[in-house]
Every structure is written in C-alpha cells, then in structure tokens.
C-alpha cells in the first residue's frame, strides 16, 4: 500500500489538531498541578498525598488499569470497540493464577496473556467475521469469562492446599527492586517535607522503589505502542482500519487481518493486566478481583483521547485514587477535596478567557461548593474514599468530553469487499 497516500489522507481531516494541547503546554500543566499539590500539602499537612509510598501504590494499582487501556487502544485503532476488556482481564487472572502456582510466576505471565489472547479471539471471530454488535460481543464476553473462571474454580482450586473454590493457592513473586542509592536517597528527601522538592522527590520516588520487573515491562509497552502504531508501516495500515477501512482495502491492506490482529492482541493486554493482579499486586487469584478495572482501563483510553500518552495519564490518575483505599485515605482524600476545588476555579478561570461563561459559572458553583465542604469537616467519610475512583472516572469522561476524537470508522461494520 502507498503510505504517504495514506498519511495525506489523514493530514486533510479538518480540526484534528486544534484538538489535542501541543508537548510543552501539557507539561506546564502538569508543573502547575505540581505546585498546587505541593500548596496543598503544606496547607492541610497531609503529607501523604506525595510520599513515595503513596506513589508506589499508585503506580503498582496503575499498571493494569494502564495495560485494559493500551489493550483497548490497539483495538479501537482498528476500528473494534473492545468492552470484553474485563472479561479479558478475568481470564488473564485465572488462567495466570492456574499456570503460576503449579509452573511458576513468569509461566503464569504467558498462561495469562494466552487467557486475554482467547477471549480476543472470541470478540474478534463475533465482530469481525460475523459482524455482531461490538458492545453485545464484549458484554458477552464478560459475563462469559466470569461464569467460566468461578466454574474452573471449583474444579482446580477447591481442595488444593491454601486453596478454595474462590482462591487459588499463593503463587510465587517475581520479587522486587530497587535502584540502589537513588531510591533510599529520594525517600530520605521526601521526608524532609520542603515545598516541591520533597513532592518531587516522593514522584520520582515512587516510580523506582519496589518494583516488580513486570511493572517495568508494562510501563515500557506504553512508549513501545506508541513507536509501532505511529511510526511503523504496520501501525498505519492497522489505524487506516479504524479510521477508513474501505480506502485502506482499496489500497491493498488486507483489513480483516489488521483486526483480528488488533482485537488479539489487545485480549494479550488485558490478560497481562490480569496476571500482573493475581502474580505481582496479590501473589493470589480471587474471585471478583478485578473489580472493573477494565472499564476503567477503558475510560483511561478515553480521558487519553485514545493516544499511549493520556491513557498513561489517565491509569496514573486512576491508579492514584485507587491507591487512597490503602494509604491513609480519608485525610487524604479531604486534602484532595481543596486541590479539586482551587484547579475548578482555574478551570472557571479559563472557560472565561474562552468566553464559555455558561460552563464556567457551573464549574466555579462546583469549586466554591467543594471549598465550603472542605472548610467545613475535618475529615470524610469511608465510603467516599472507596467511591472515589468511580466519581473521579465519571468526573474526567464528562469534563472531557468534549475535546474527544474517536477513530472515524470505531465500531461501525465493514463487509470484506466494500473497498473494490
């Protein structure tokens, strides 16, 4: 196929890029949340919110929210829309579990991946051969996936030593690591406490102490689909699929392979996610141990705008609220309360300056309100700790909602054919 025919025919599309904020303005606000945490911290003296700890967990609880969204991304690429995720996920947790405390952790990682890769199959044979709807297959492919794993269960785990019809037995680690003399010399720096240096040091921190080699290898597929999918001839047939499936069939691409290619191994995602929860985050299967983390995964792929670099964002964010159940969450999360409500008065701010006053007014109601709960208790509930990744999930898809682009041709059908 002619890819610079190709790379013309996405470079007419009118909007795109007034749609995504260019590198530098990105990281200047990302530096301008940083300060404000930092404000924050000081403030409300809840120095948990940026210790190594707390970003440790963050980044251990974000890594397969991370993998279900790079595991969508590659699918939707291609035009597929993947709601199976969780159940993709669910496989890779029974099936990483099954194989990992009987041959071994790393063999559970392959058994796990295989698990995500089958039900792929299943949602690649549903909607691409048969033309099913894309949200019924994933639909069916999760109550499927948790039907079939609580009955393997009864058959594997039950009445094997440490286990039961809900639990496999304890698989072996994968062990963790440091990098020595940075990571101890960060977290000694982290508790000095001093405004932005200490915060810095507590995320960077976070990013290189008590890792699993499996975190590593996670965190470097989200650069590494980033270099295939926009800097590879294969990347761009795949993403003609998702945008024109039938210019890129008269170009030659063979449209059905690109998808099915696509669809697996975005089901090899998910079912990385899902052993990364039963080897590394638990080194133990459980029934219901996902716990939505593949919608959310797809919600991250969304916030992200189905691009690596946001869907990384968007798990860190996820994966950080995640972290609040494990690490002094209601303190806290009430300090979080005064950070949300300062950057939604600079939201207002800039609906202003973008002469949105109507939306602005709204987000500065929203602002003042979350101050005044803030001001007015010293602390919050549990239940809103527990709920605080689900309301922060539907609080980033509708503020961003707008300022989202889809690949043209997501989810619609496509008959092999249509391009001759």
């Known amino acids: 196929m002619s890819t610079a025919t190709l790379t013309k025919q996405q470079a007419k599309r009118p909007g795109r890029s007034g749609r995504r904020l260019s590198l530098p303005v990105l990281l200047l606000v990302i530096a301008g949340v940083l300060v404000l945490t930092s404000v924050v911290r000081l403030i409300t003296g809840a120095d948990g919110i940026t210790s190594t700890g707390q970003m440790s967990t963050a980044l251990r609880l974000a890594v397969p929210i991370g993998l279900a969204g790079l595991g969508g991304l590659w699918a939707e690429r291609a035009g597929v829309v993947n709601i199976g995720l969780e159940g993709m996920m669910i496989l ?8 990992g405390y009987q041959w071994g952790p790393w ?19 549903a909607t691409v051969t048969f033309n099913v709807n894309h949200i019924v297959s994933g639909v ?14 009864k058959f594997t785990f039950e009445g094997v030593p440490q286990g039961s019809s809900k639990q496999s037995p304890p698989i072996d680690s994968l062990g963790t690591f440091d990098i020595p003399g940075i990571s101890s010399g960060l977290a000694t720096l982290n508790g000095k406490h001093w405004f932005l240096v200490s915060d810095l040091a507590g995320l960077v921190g976070g990013l290189i102490t008590d890792l699993s080699p499996l975190t590593v290898i996670a965190v470097a597929l989200v650069p590494l689909s980033w270099w295939v999918l926009w800097r590879t001839a294969f990347g761009l047939r795949l993403r003609s699929c998702g945008e024109n499936p039938v210019a890129a069939e008269s ?13 697996l191994i975005s089901g090899g995602f998910a079912g990385l996610g899902g052993a990364f929860l039963s080897i590394v985050a638990s080194n133990v299967y459980l029934d219901g141990q996902t716990a939505g983390r593949g919608y959310i995964g797809l919600a991250a792929m969304i916030f992200g705008n189905w691009m690596p670099g946001g869907l990384a964002l968007g798990a860190g ?8 159940n494990l690490r002094g969450g209601t303190t806290n999360v009430h300090a979080l309360i005064l950070l949300l409500a300062i950057l939604l008065v600079f939201g207002a701010a800039y609906l202003v300056w973008r002469k949105r006053h109507v939306p602005a007014v709204a987000t500065a109601v929203v602002g003042v309100l979350m101050f005044l709960w803030y001001v007015s208790t010293d602390d919050v509930p549990r239940q809103v700790v527990t709920a605080t990744p689900y309301v922060v999930t539907l609080l980033v898809l509708s503020l961003s ?20």
């Open 251 to 263: 170009l030659g691409v063979n449209v059905y392979k690109y998808k099915y290619l696509a669809v």
């Open 92 to 99: 890779g947790t029974w099936f990483g579990a099954w194989a």
């Open 140 to 153: 069916a492919i999760n109550i499927l996936a948790l039907g079939t794993t609580r009955y393997l269960s």
């Open 107 to 125: 063999t559970g990682v392959v058994f796990g991946i295989l698990g995500g890769v089958l039900g792929g199959i299943l949602h690649a044979i």
């Open 401 to 420: 909602a707008q300022h989202l682009r889809m690949p043209k041709a997501d989810g619609l059908p496509y008959r092999k054919g249509q391009g001759k």
């Open 317 to 324: 964010l996820f994966g950080y609220t995640d972290s609040l």
